[in-house]
């Protein structure tokens, strides 16, 4: 249709043409050609710059200019009648203020049968306060830009909050009433025991969480205060009941054994006097969480295992006891971790990841508590390396005797904790956070500097000596989280203590009817 309408076009064009000359019409000028296009010319290249002089100063490589100089935070604190503590950690020029309040009972105070009461009753404390009850308290907290969010360890809880500066006096009043006057609501009790209960069934499918449960309690022990973790298992905290979680606060907590810790723009004189207006007429004895002895560390005669059957890695952690906050040997053994399993460029990761490929990392580290801390060393590794990968672990434990620490690898970890410092109080949540360890963990206000003094005067001898003394390999506990034929099969003949037989595999039905 469109070729035809072109065609009629032409003709009736052509024939106009002849038309036009036919009747002595004025013929078109021709229209007048552009000029002709000059050809470009080429641009010359522009000339190279010239060479940089050679300089003397390039040939020698730039040296690092003098480290910053670092200044460790200072923590006050004061009392008030009633025996609360307030601790206050300065920074100046922010509007933003970190409130905890933190009592020194935690899961370390339950029952073994009870794990996870401790956790249950922090989280109770925010489901109703006052004349709110858990929605209005959320939504007043909200009004105010913060959430209070409880946390437990082993050593104590704390109920915590960061809040504009202007708004302070509103948030510590809440805070007041959901440690003063919670209502423990047995429908929220209800709700709450329901989330615990269905957060363990989930995480009965994490082969790390595994891992912790199983470690606690292989190095405490079932019955020890530290031989569960907070959340607790499914089978207590099934029996767990409100009234247990309302005998665990009366009886715990008080203001003799709490602090209110602020980290901000006050002083302390401010402090106190908001700590007397909303928390002054608290009463109750509190009891504080007695550091528990710490359990001898006993030869290994067996390998735990968690059966994960088909799990294509296996979570490997070995460990021990450790020592307690304020140990006169906190500070080697902290170094001697770093160069066993701490850093990067530890002996662990770089013989497990760097030369075998065994794993992403494998670390090392020595913690504290009140009353020990453990000392661990984990990685996730290949199923099908298994026991190459437990051999090598046992092999760099060997090793911190046979091949004493040298001085770079101590010079090294030494320099790596003074600068991690800083990184420990970035924000005003973690000055707050440090202060509470002091306070569970019942350390001088003035611990920071005694460890920058401390990493001063260490010597490389005092450090071979702990490593020599704490990494004992017949001493350390082996975990497993993984297959069990694997375990079996590459585990067991290294001789490191009895392994659990595999289970039988269950005959094909086919071969069952034959």
Known sequence: ????????????????????????AKQTPEPELPPPVEEAVAEPEPAPP?????????????????????????????????????????????????????????????????????YLTYEMLLQGAGKRDALALADAFADLGTTATPSVSDDGGTVGLSVLKRNLGGALALLSDVIQRPTF?????????????????????????????????????????YGHLAIGKTETVEKLQLKDVKGFAKANFGPKAAALVFAGDLTLEEAKALAQEHFGKWKGKGRAF?????????????????????????????????????????????????????????????????????????????????????????????????????????????????????????????EGARRSLPGWFESVEALAGSAD???????????????????????????????????????MQIILVGDPTIIAEQVGPLGLGEVP???AKAEPEAKKAE
């Open 290 to 414: 007695k550091a528990p002895k710490a359990p001898k560390a006993s030869p290994r005669t067996a390998v735990t295992v968690v059966p994960k059957e088909g799990l294509g890695q296996t979570v490997i952690t070995i460990g021990k006891p450790g020592l307690a906050a304020g140990h006169p040997d906190e500070w080697a053994l902290r170094i001697a971790s770093s160069v066993f399993g701490g850093l990067f460029s530890s002996r662990l990761n770089m013989n497990l990841r760097e030369d075998k490929g065994y794993t992403y990392g494998a670390r090392a580290y020595a913690d504290t508590r009140l009353g020990a801390g453990p000392v661990m060393a984990a990685s996730a590794v290949r199923a099908d390396v298994t026991g190459p990968s437990v051999k090598e672990f046992f092999a760099e434990l060997e090793g911190l005797a046979s091949r004493p620490i040298e001085e770079k690898e101590f010079s090294d970890a030494v």
């Open 185 to 225: 609501p047995a429908k929220e009790f209800e709700r709450q025991k329901k989330a615990r209960l269905a957060d363990l069934a989930r995480m009965a499918g994490n082969p790390q969480y595994l891992s912790k449960e199983a470690t606690a309690e292989a190095i405490f022990g079932a019955q020890h205060p």
């Open 501 to 503: 037989a595999a289970p």
């Open 50 to 118: 010239p060479s940089a002089p050679d300089e003397p100063w390039r040939a020698e490589q730039p040296k690092p200019g003098e480290p910053a100089k670092i200044v460790p935070p200072t923590f006050e604190s004061a009392k008030l009648k009633n025996g609360l503590t307030v601790i206050l950690s300065r920074r100046e020029g922010l509007p933003l203020v970190a409130v905890h309040l933190t009592q020194q009972v935690g899961s370390g105070s339950e029952p073994a049968a009870k794990a996870g009461l401790a």
């Open 1 to 24: 249709m469109r070729l035809s309408s072109k065609l009629l076009s032409l003709s009736l064009g052509l024939a106009l043409t002849a038309f036009g000359a036919a009747c002595g």
């Open 437 to 475: 360890s002091l306070f569970l963990e019942r350390q001088p206000l003035d611990r920071y500097g005694r460890m920058l003094a401390a990493y001063d005067t260490l010597t490389l001898e005092q450090v071979r000596e702990v490593a020599k003394k704490v990494f004992v390999p017949g001493e």
